[in-house]
């Protein structure tokens, strides 16, 4: 079992940048780990990936503006956000993977294991 606690939300005017924080209860070393996010009315969105070899990847819309790091001390994972749109407004869950198993890709939600409770970012024209 992994809680995953993330920190770091709240509100930016467009053109900002945030740096969301992810505070694993045990180790994370070993897995693939994500953030999602969904917006008000949305579907689940894949934003970023890390692999356990640092291999990372990113949905289309935010390549370019956001950046998935990982602080292999601690375990905690990280997303800095870039010129923040409006359409970047969403909750974001930090999500794990399976231990030892393959990153799921960014579009199938359901074969992450673990979820955060998820962290508001809203953005203002």
């Known amino acids: 079992q992994v809680e995953l606690v993330e920190t770091g939300g709240g509100s930016v005017e467009a053109g900002g940048s945030l740096k969301l924080s992810c505070t694993p209860s045990?180790?994370?070393?070993?897995?693939?780990m994500a953030w999602f996010r969904q917006g008000s009315g949305k579907e689940y969105e894949g934003v970023a990936l890390?692999?356990?070899?640092?291999?990372?990847n990113y949905a289309d819309s935010v390549k370019g503006r956001f950046a998935i790091s990982k602080d292999n001390v601690t375990s905690n994972l990280y997303l800095q956000m870039n010129s923040l749109k409006p359409e970047d407004a969403a909750v974001y869950y930090c999500?794990?993977?399976?231990?030892?198993?393959?990153?799921?890709?960014?579009?199938?939600?359901?074969?992450?294991?673990?979820w955060g409770q998820g962290t508001q970012v809203t953005v203002s024209t």
């Open positions: 999500v794990a993977g399976f231990e030892g198993h393959p990153c799921p890709p960014l579009t199938r939600r359901s074969d992450w294991r673990y």
């Open positions: 045990a180790s994370t070393a070993s897995r693939c």
């Open positions: 890390l692999r356990t070899d640092g291999y990372t």
